[in-house]
Nanobody, 126 residues
Framework: QVQLVESGGGLKQAGGSLRLSCAAS????????MGWFRQAPGKEREFVAA????????WCANYVKGRFTISRDNAKNTVYLQMNSLKPEDTAVYYC???????????????????WGQGTQVTVSS
């Protein structure tokens, strides 16, 4: 099992920045990809960004491209989501996810990720 714990959420004004972190623990040996999803009230959980173990491949949803950047520090078993130019529509609970079976051709859907964190709230005010 892999346990994921998110941190860094909070309240920001539009145009501001936040950096989310997700620390993995437990069975972390091996090369696992990590990603971020988000879920706004009344909406389905949607993909935000993901990164392979090496960092050589990243994915980013069109609605955050150019504003959000995903990175990871394997020495710390941690993935980061740098969120800039925040908009009120970015308000959501952000979830970290991980899986060992993701490759460059994997579709970025919830079912592609086996391990999930509890989420961290991000609220952007206008």
């Amino acid at each position: 099992q892999v346990q994921l714990v998110e941190s860094g959420g909070g309240l920001k004004q539009a145009g501001g920045s936040l950096r989310l972190s997700c620390a993995a623990s437990g069975r972390t040996a091996g090369t696992y990809a990590m990603g971020w999803f988000r879920q706004a009230p009344g909406k389905e959980r949607e993909f935000v960004a993901a990164i392979t173990w090496s960092g050589g491949t990243t994915w980013c949803a069109n609605y955050v491209k150019g504003r959000f950047t995903i990175s990871r520090d394997n020495a710390k078993n941690t993935v980061y989501l740098q969120m800039n130019s925040l908009k009120p529509e970015d308000t959501a609970v952000y979830y970290c996810a991980a899986d060992y079976s993701i490759g460059p051709n994997t579709r970025m859907t919830m079912t592609s990720f086996r391990y999930w964190g509890q989420g961290t709230q991000v609220t952007v005010s206008s």
